[in-house]
Nanobody, 114 residues
Framework: QLQASGGGLVRDGGSLKLSCAASGSIFRGNIMGWYRQPPGKERELVARISSAGSTYYADSVKGRFAISRDNAKNTVYLQMDSLKPEDTAVYFC??????????WGQGTQVTVSS
């Protein structure tokens, strides 16, 4: 139902663009979010976007990340620029707020080297 891709290994200051294809039941009409789970830490919301395009960003990524969506493709994107080592995490997408029965999918690993 959720397939995140686009992660990889980049250097400090580099860029990556993540994609997440979702099933229609999760995507259509819902706020979609990107979440991340750093090593040894809890999962956190990074950014979210409404079906109309309104966005929210966590303070830690504001000005560096940009979330977007293609409603025709049931896909949400996360453009990540000026990456920092502290952005290293497994990135997931899901609707916001996530329902208790929503699975997370595999996520995609982002590693930023210093």
């Amino acid at each position: 139902q959720l397939q995140a891709s686009g992660g990889g290994l980049v250097r400090d200051g580099g860029s990556l663009k993540l994609s997440c294809a979702a099933s229609g039941s999760i995507f259509r009409g819902n706020i979609m979010g990107w979440y991340r789970q750093p090593p040894g830490k809890e999962r956190e919301l990074v950014a979210r976007i409404s079906s109309a395009g309104s966005t929210y960003y966590a303070d830690s990524v504001k000005g560096r990340f940009a979330i977007s969506r293609d409603n025709a493709k049931n896909t949400v994107y996360l453009q990540m620029d000026s990456l920092k080592p502290e952005d290293t995490a497994v990135y997931f997408c899901n609707r916001f707020p996530r329902r208790p029965f929503d699975s997370w999918g595999q996520g995609t690993q982002v590693t930023v080297s210093s």
